[in-house]
C-alpha cells in the first residue's frame, strides 16, 4: 500500500494554525504551533507526498525555505487572490488555514511565483532604495514646511548655501531634520552604487538599461520584478502583473475599460512612468508614440501608454536577449506583422 499524500494549509503568523487533509478531503489533524516548529512538524506526519499551501507574509523566505529542504511541495499564495477566504463570514485563523488546505487539495491553489535567493536580494536592495527616497522627500518636505511656519524665507533651502543659511538660524527642529536629511541622503548615494554595481552584473539589468530614459536603478527593479519571463505567456501579461493595463468592466454585452488595475509594485510603476517621461524627450520613436496618445487621450495617459511600451519592450529583449537597439522595436510597430504588444 503506497503511504498516503498529505495536504496541510498553514495560515502563518509568529504562531501558525495547521489543517492537515487527506486526498479525499478527510481533515486529519489540526494544530497550533511556533512557526519557527512548523518544519519539523510536518517532517514528522506520516504520509508520502507532502503539499503545503502558505499566504505570503512579510518573512516568508525564511518559512518557505525551511519547509522546501523538508522535502515539501510548497505553494505560496498571494493573500488578495483568496477570495474563498476574503468572502468567507467567519473569519479567523482555523478557517484560513482549512481553507488554504482544502484550495490545495482540490487544484484550485492561486499559486504566486518564488524568486531565488540572488534575485530576492536584487529585490531587497531596490526596495531599500525606495524607502530610503521616501524618508528623503518627508524630510525635504518637512524643512520647507517649518521655515513656512516660523515665517522665514530661504532661497533654495536644500543647496549648499540654503543649508548653511539654515543652520545659521539656530533652529533645533530644523537643525534636526537638516542632520537626519544628510544621513538619509548619505544612505541613498551609497544603495545607488550598490545598485549600479548590481545592475552592471545582472544580464536583464544590462538590457533594459539600454532603453532610452532607463536608468541602472529602474533596470534592475524591472528585471528582478520580471525575473523569469518565460512564466509570463506575453508582453501583455507583464504589463498586467505591474499594473499597468487599463481594468475591464463588462455586464451582459456592454464592456468598457477604465483605468489601470494599479496592481502590483506601486513605487516600480512610477518609477515606470518617470522613465517614460525621460524617454520621450531622448527616444524620437517614443516621442512620436507618445504624441499619437496624447492627442487622444492627453499627456497623462499617454505617459502611462509610454510606460506599458517600454515594459513591453524589456519583456521581449529579456525573452531574446537582445538590447534596444538589436530589438529594433519601431521598425516592427510601424509596419511589420509582428508586435511587441
Request: aromatic letters at 8%; one cysteine or more; a positive charge.
Amino acid at each position: 500500500m503506497s503511504a498516503r499524500t498529505l495536504y496541510i494549509g498553514v495560515d502563518v503568523h509568529e504562531e501558525s494554525q495547521v489543517a492537515v487533509y487527506g486526498k479525499e478531503g478527510e481533515l486529519l489533524q489540526e494544530k497550533r504551533l511556533p512557526t519557527r516548529r512548523l518544519p519539523s512538524f510536518v517532517s514528522s506526519l506520516q504520509g508520502g507526498e507532502k503539499h503545503v499551501g502558505i499566504e505570503s507574509v512579510g518573512f516568508i523566505y525564511p518559512v518557505y525555505d525551511a519547509l522546501l529542504k523538508a522535502g515539501c511541495d510548497v505553494a505560496v499564495a498571494n493573500p488578495n487572490n483568496i477570495q474563498l477566504i476574503a468572502r468567507t463570514k467567519i473569519k479567523h485563523d482555523k478557517v484560513d488555514a482549512r481553507v488554504l488546505g482544502e484550495l490545495l487539495r482540490t487544484n484550485f491553489f492561486p499559486r504566486s511565483h518564488i524568486p531565488d535567493a540572488e534575485t530576492r536580494e536584487k529585490r531587497l536592495l531596490t526596495r531599500d532604495r525606495v524607502r530610503y527616497a521616501v524618508k528623503r522627500a518627508e524630510l525635504k518636505n518637512s524643512i520647507k514646511w517649518f521655515l513656512k511656519r516660523r515665517g522665514v524665507t530661504v532661497k533654495k533651502p536644500l543647496s549648499i548655501e540654503g543649508r548653511m543659511e539654515i543652520k545659521s538660524l539656530a533652529l533645533p527642529e530644523l537643525d534636526y531634520r537638516l542632520k537626519g536629511l544628510e544621513l538619509v541622503e548619505s544612505i541613498v548615494n551609497e544603495l545607488d552604487r550598490r545598485i549600479s554595481a548590481a545592475a552592471s552584473k545582472d544580464r536583464g539589468a544590462r538590457l533594459i538599461d539600454t532603453i532610452p530614459g532607463v536608468g541602472a536603478y529602474t533596470a534592475l527593479f524591472l528585471s528582478s520584478a520580471l525575473d523569469d519571463v518565460n512564466r509570463f505567456p506575453d508582453s501583455k501579461h507583464a504589463c498586467a502583473y505591474l499594473g499597468l493595463v487599463p481594468s475591464l468592466h463588462q455586464s451582459g454585452d456592454i464592456s468598457y475599460s477604465g483605468h489601470i488595475t494599479r496592481q502590483g509594485n506601486k513605487w516600480l510603476r512610477r518609477n515606470l512612468v518617470e522613465c517614460a517621461r525621460w524617454s520621450v524627450r531622448k527616444d524620437p520613436h517614443m516621442q512620436r508614440f507618445f504624441l499619437r496618445i496624447a492627442h487622444k487621450r492627453g499627456r497623462k495617459k499617454a505617459h502611462v501608454a509610454v510606460a506599458r511600451k517600454i515594459v513591453s519592450y524589456a519583456y521581449w529583449m529579456l525573452k531574446r536577449n537582445l538590447t534596444y537597439e538589436e530589438l529594433d522595436p519601431w521598425t516592427v510597430d510601424s509596419g511589420s506583422s509582428t508586435s511587441f504588444e
